[in-house]
């Protein structure tokens, strides 16, 4: 083989094999550049999880909930917190960016480089092994070729030989000769294909070096190139995907300074603290003085008028004592209230919170009964949807039963007749609470004032409804002057029933304006619902009272 040949052929494998290697580190940096995306979106991820635990562990709990929404520093951190919050889920929404825009690109570029290299690569040494087999063929022309040219050479020396001396015969001298001549036709021959082999081993090179080769080395480049742009556009993405969220965060960082850190009114927050902490009780009067100089009034005083502040129950055992003998309970109103024993409660509340000092009771009251009033606004518009969807469904019965609703209006009517007999009764421990009277007349229904009516439509099911645990409690300082009922009592003559109707289900309730019943039992109706949800009926003994008029079916 030519010299030269060897060395261009060394040159191109060195390119070849140079290139394999960038191309081979260009993917790989590919997998270097994904593992600092991954590493990148783990950052995020721990860092809005953390985030999102440090809501959580300041967050205020159940218990201190009323506290956040009264003062404005607490209220105002809640907001902070949600904001904080709000930055966790654009960290997360950076991290989820991250894997779907350039995480998963990057692994889908390179499957695709690695194969597109395989393929010019394999080209490559496809390539080169042709052109090294068209040179061993042009070897083995050239050698055959020597060969036959020194077989004719020495055919034509033996025969110049033999024709050259007398002592040879003519037909030696003719078989010499015939063999020069085969000699120089197979040397001829060999010639004839080396020349041919020597013009398509030229031209194979040709192609190689200036096409083939050129070729397959642009391929590789235009595939490095796109690797190469196509990370930059990753460089890209991969800042817009933090760059994005930066918006929300700075509007959240914004919203933390103005409208919450500039909400905070310390004016506000001490008017809650004094309204909240408020008694409502009257300073104690004057305290007697002790005269010594009256006759038998040496050792005696004045006994002081009771004060409105009292702790305890009314009978004095746990009233704030005077001069005289301690009551037994050694450990006081505080031990009692404050006990440190396993499995003792610290503070029986009462349900109409008389345990607390008046404003304050009225303010839990108030609560209370906006509480339940919410309860009951959301149970009516439920119940008004489910009446224009049976209106619907009667309307068209393709697109429902109507009947298939009245399950549900039923169970909705009955926790309304709950929810507003509840209201009532704290609505009667505010108005006692507010000095606006004791119990309503046994004339007045218990829900006259609980809005609308809870119709329960249709036949109700069979299963008996959950207890009611609206009736008011009986508590030690609740009393209930008797002489309220003696001006009425017998003045008026008993109603005639305007009809009669049958318990579907048991009642029991402690308000002294409703009639307890058990299922089945058959009553007199007195005073029809007016729209209120309550039926007034007489028993057999002619006890009279109030019940629900989803409980009972009228004859």
Known sequence: MNESTDVHRKQSLDQLSALEKFTEKGIDFLDNFNRFVRERQKIEMDYAAQLKRLVKSYSPKRKDEEEYKIYSSLRTFKGVLQEVGSIANQHELVAENMV??????????????????????????????????????????????RSAHEAWLQAKILFEKADSDDNRTKAEVERAKSTMEQKDQFREKQKNEYILQLKNTNEDQQEHYSSKLPTIFNKLQAMEERRITCLGKYYETYADCHKKVLPVITQCLDDIQVKHGQAVTPAEDSQALITKFETGNQPPKDLPMMDLDEPGGRG????PEKDNVSIGSQNGANSLPGRGKAPKNKKGVFGTIFSSKKGSRRWEEAKDFSHLPPNQQKQKLQGKIDEIQGKIDQEVKQKEALLKMRDVYTANNSLGDPNSLNKQLETIGKKIDLLRLELNTYQEFKDKADGKGGTPSQKSSPTRSSGPPANVPNSPSKERPPSSPLSPLEHEDSFIDDDDFDEDEGTAADPKP??????????????????????????????????????????SDNSEGYVPTSYVNHL
């Open 498 to 539: 305007v009809g009669t109707c049958t318990a579907m289900y048991e009642f029991n309730s402690d308000d002294p304006n409703l009639l307890n019943m058990v299922e089945g039992e058959v009553l007199d109706v007195i005073e029809k619902d007016s729209g209120d949800g309550w039926t007034r009926v007489r028993r």
């Open 100 to 145: 779907q825009s350039v995480f998963n690109e990057v692994v889908k570029l390179r499957q695709e480089l690695k194969k597109e290299r395989m393929d010019h690569l394999h080209e490559a040494k496809q390539e080169d092994a042709h052109m090294e087999k068209s040179r061993r063929k042009l070897d083995s022309c050239k050698s055959q070729y």
């Open 300 to 303: 005696q005083t004045q006994a």
